[in-house]
């Protein structure tokens, strides 16, 4: 129990220093998640799906829409390998918007990692991205050119169960995620974002979670003199063996 109530301390002074950042554009968003982790006949292999409905203003209007389908290699229990597609859509938001839609092709590649430290599992997730970002060629933003990117991305988690607040059904999920872009046409933001998360979840059905949860994104514009502080909350749903691993 003291372990735990460190653990919170630790990511609330996290948590307190992103949002203390400098900034000129904060906004209060509201994603609604869905993640899935499906093995193929109980073979290592295992579908992937995740499908984010991202919402600005309180949930007033667009942010982002992705939709991102891969698949898992599970090397052991502490090991797994991911390979996947992403699409995504960027709306208009904030008050330094984006001037039009713009639309992004990704694949990825990752691995993750568990390792007991103090008593408890962290999962180290290393994500190599392949971005092809959408710039629009006209002033009406119906042709686009993409320009091609890297981004790299890492993110620490750990989930605790909160026996204390009712049995091993609930749960404390915690993690920190640093992107970085890589590119020749990164100029002033190769620091992309980070993103620091805590949340608690239900275990409903046996591979079943639902989670409600509150995410600081800190997010460097491309021009590099604009920084957005995103006040997220977070609803998510997720399913397979095992659920909710993924975020």
């Known amino acids: 129990m003291n372990q735990c109530r460190l653990l919170i301390l630790i990511f609330t002074i996290t948590l307190g220093a992103q949002s203390a950042r400098g900034g000129g554009d904060h906004n209060a968003s509201l994603w609604l998640n869905y993640f899935g982790d499906h093995p193929i006949q109980n073979s290592p292999w295992q579908i992937h799906l995740d499908t984010q409905i991202r919402r600005a203003d309180y949930g007033r209007q667009w942010q982002q829409f992705l939709i991102q389908p891969g ?35 990704r694949i990825y590649e990752q691995i993750s990692v568990d390792t007991p430290l103090w008593g408890q599992n962290w999962q180290h997730r290393f994500r190599w991205e392949q971005r092809f970002l959408g710039t629009p060629t006209s002033l009406t933003a119906t042709d686009y050119r993409f320009r091609f990117e890297n981004r790299f991305r890492y993110r620490l988690q750990t989930i605790m169960s909160m026996r204390c607040l009712g049995g091993s059904e609930i749960y404390l999920r915690l993690y ?72």
């Open 176 to 247: 920190d995620e640093v992107f970085v872009n890589v590119g020749s046409d990164v100029a002033h933001n190769h620091f992309d974002q980070n993103r620091a998360y805590i949340g608690i979840g239900k275990r409903i059905r046996k591979h079943i979670k639902c989670e409600f949860g509150f995410m600081e994104q800190t997010l460097q514009q491309r021009s590099g003199s604009v920084w957005e502080n995103n006040h997220t909350l977070i609803f998510s749903l997720s399913s397979g063996q095992p659920a909710g691993n993924e975020f």
């Open 71 to 105: 698949i898992n290699y599970e090397i052991n229990d502490r090991v797994k390998l991911g390979l996947g597609y992403g699409y995504m859509e960027t709306d208009p938001y904030g008050d330094h918007p984006v001037p039009f839609e713009l639309p992004e092709h």
